[in-house]
C-alpha cells in the first residue's frame, strides 16, 4: 500500500447467517454444507475505497447500510467473510456508547485499560491523564465505577480517551450525538486539531451540516453497497434525496446515483468559482446566474412553483447590495390535505454550510387545516448582512403530524452580494457595528 494512504479497502464483504429457529443452528453443524438451513443477510458488500493521510471522509446512509458494520471491519472487531483492510498506523475508536469500557471498573481504570489496548505505556498514559480528565469534565466521578455514569458522562470520558491519544486513524461512528452544544463544539475542535496534525479521520453522522463542514470527502452506503463517493455536498445532497423519496421510486434513484457521473472521487461545486471582483458594479439582475446544482425533492402533496429574491419594490433580481433589506418570495400550490403545514427557507454558502434560515410560522406554530388546491405565497424578510460572494437559497413545506416533506428544492435559486467598499471583518455575515478602536497607554 501506498505510504501516502491511511486505509486500504479492496472488495469488502461480510455475511450473516440468519437462522429461522435455534435447532437450525445444530441441524446446520451435522450438516456440514451438504443442506443450507440459514438465510444470506449480506451487511457490507464488495466495498473498495481508498482513504489518505490527514483527510477527513464522511460516511452516510440510513440506518442498516452497513455503516458500524464497515466500521468494525476497519476496527479489526468483526472478521470480514471477504475481501481484505489495509491501515497504516494506530486505530482509535470510538464506535458505539461505552464499547470498550468494563462497568465495574472505575472511570480511571478505563481510562489506562483503554489507552493500553492503544498501545501506549502506563507512563505514556499518566502524562497524558491530565488531559483527558480535563477534557471530559467529569470531575470526581473519574474515581466512580462506570455504570454509574449517565450516558453524556461516557461519552465525554471515551471521546477523551480515544482522541487525546494522539492516533494516526480517528474513526468516530455518531457516538457525538449524545453530548450538549458545548461538548460537541469541543469535540469539533478536537477532531480540527487532529487533523491539522496529519491525522485521518473516518466520521459517521446522520448531520449534512456536520458533514459538509468538517469532511473533505464523503461516502453514501445503501443496503451495504457503496452507491456514491464524491464531495460532501454532492452525497448529502443525494443523501437527502433518498430519505425523503417514496418507497416505490427508491430503486430507480439509487441505480440513477450508482450510474451517475457524480461518483468520482473530486466534483467540482459548480458556481464554487464563482467571484466578484471587489469594487465591481453590475445590473441587479445577472441572467448567468443559476444554479446548476438544483435538487428537488418528491412533491407529497405540495408544489413549490418558485422561491426568489425580490426587492421592496417587487422586482426580482440575484446580484444584490450588502447591508440592505430585501424579501425572499415562495410560491406554490398545495395538492393534498394537511391537518397543519409550515413553510422554511435557508442560505447556504457554496461549500453547502447553512448560513441562516427562517420559518413561518414560528416555532411551535402552524397553519391549520389549510385548503386542497390554494396557491400559497410567503414572504421572508431578511438584511442582507453578507459578505460578499455567491450564496444559495432553498426551502420547503412540511407538515409535522405526518412527518411529511410535502415539497423541497435545495439550491432553488442563486445570488451573489456584490462588494461595497473596503472590509475590515470576515466570515459570512457581517456582525460589525462600527470600526475597531485602538489605542497605547
Known amino acids: 500500500m501506498s505510504s501516502e494512504l491511511a486505509i486500504k479497502v479492496e472488495n469488502l464483504s461480510k455475511c450473516y447467517h440468519i437462522y429461522d429457529k435455534p435447532r437450525d443452528r445444530l441441524l446446520q453443524m451435522f450438516a456440514r454444507g451438504s443442506k443450507q438451513f440459514y438465510r444470506e443477510f449480506w451487511a457490507v458488500r464488495e466495498l473498495s475505497f481508498e ?6 471522509v464522511g460516511i452516510v446512509g440510513r440506518n442498516g447500510s452497513g455503516k458500524s458494520t464497515l466500521l468494525q471491519m476497519i476496527c479489526s472487531t468483526l472478521n470480514p467473510t471477504a475481501g481484505r483492510i489495509i491501515t497504516n ?11 470498550g469500557f468494563n462497568p465495574e471498573f472505575t472511570g480511571r481504570e478505563n481510562v489506562y485499560l483503554n489507552a493500553q489496548v492503544l498501545g501506549l505505556s502506563k507512563e505514556e498514559t499518566d502524562d497524558r491523564f491530565g488531559d483527558i480528565l480535563a477534557f471530559a469534565e467529569i470531575g470526581e466521578f473519574i474515581e466512580q ?3 454509574t455514569y449517565s450516558s453524556g458522562m461516557m ?5 477523551a480517551v480515544q482522541a487525546m491519544v494522539d492516533p494516526e486513524i480517528l474513526i468516530v461512528d455518531e457516538a457525538l450525538a ?11 475542535a478536537r477532531l480540527e486539531e487532529l487533523k491539522s496534525k496529519g491525522t485521518s479521520i473516518l466520521f459517521v453522522s446522520h448531520s449534512g451540516p456536520q458533514v459538509i463542514e468538517l469532511c473533505d470527502r464523503a461516502l453514501l452506503m445503501e443496503r451495504g453497497e457503496l452507491i456514491m463517493v464524491s464531495s460532501p455536498q454532492h452525497v448529502i445532497r443525494s443523501y437527502q434525496r433518498l430519505i425523503y423519496a417514496p418507497e416505490s421510486e427508491q430503486s430507480l434513484l439509487l441505480e440513477e446515483l450508482a ?7 473530486a466534483v467540482a461545486e459548480v458556481g464554487s468559482t464563482e467571484q466578484v471582483v471587489p469594487g465591481e458594479s453590475v445590473d441587479s439582475y445577472d441572467p448567468g446566474l443559476t444554479p446548476e446544482t438544483t435538487t428537488c425533492y418528491p412533491e407529497l402533496g405540495a408544489r413549490i412553483d418558485a422561491i426568489e429574491i425580490q426587492d421592496a419594490d417587487g422586482n426580482v433580481l440575484n446580484v444584490i447590495t450588502p447591508m440592505q433589506r430585501y424579501r425572499i418570495v415562495m410560491t406554490g400550490v398545495l395538492t393534498a390535505v394537511f391537518d397543519r403545514i409550515y413553510f422554511g427557507i435557508h442560505f447556504r454558502s457554496i461549500s453547502g454550510a447553512v448560513i441562516s434560515g427562517q420559518r413561518y410560522p414560528e416555532e411551535g406554530c402552524y397553519i391549520e387545516n389549510p385548503e386542497k388546491g390554494k396557491k400559497f405565497r410567503v414572504d421572508f424578510w431578511f438584511d442582507m448582512n453578507l459578505f460578499p460572494g455567491s450564496y444559495f437559497i432553498g426551502g420547503g413545506v412540511w407538515s409535522p403530524i405526518d412527518g411529511v416533506c410535502a415539497h423541497r428544492i435545495m439550491d432553488a435559486s442563486m445570488f451573489r452580494v456584490q462588494s461595497k467598499g473596503v472590509l475590515n471583518s470576515f466570515g459570512y455575515c457581517d456582525l460589525v457595528a462600527a470600526p475597531a478602536e485602538f489605542r497605547m497607554d
Open 259 to 265: 450510474n451517475s457521473q457524480v461518483k468520482s472521487t
Open 155 to 159: 461519552v465525554r470520558l471515551a471521546f
Open 178 to 188: 449524545v453530548g450538549d452544544e458545548k461538548f460537541q463544539r469541543k469535540c469539533f
Open 51 to 56: 482513504i489518505k493521510k490527514g483527510e477527513t
Open 89 to 99: 498506523g494506530r486505530i482509535a475508536a470510538l464506535l458505539e456508547l461505552g464499547s
Open 145 to 147: 465505577p462506570v455504570k
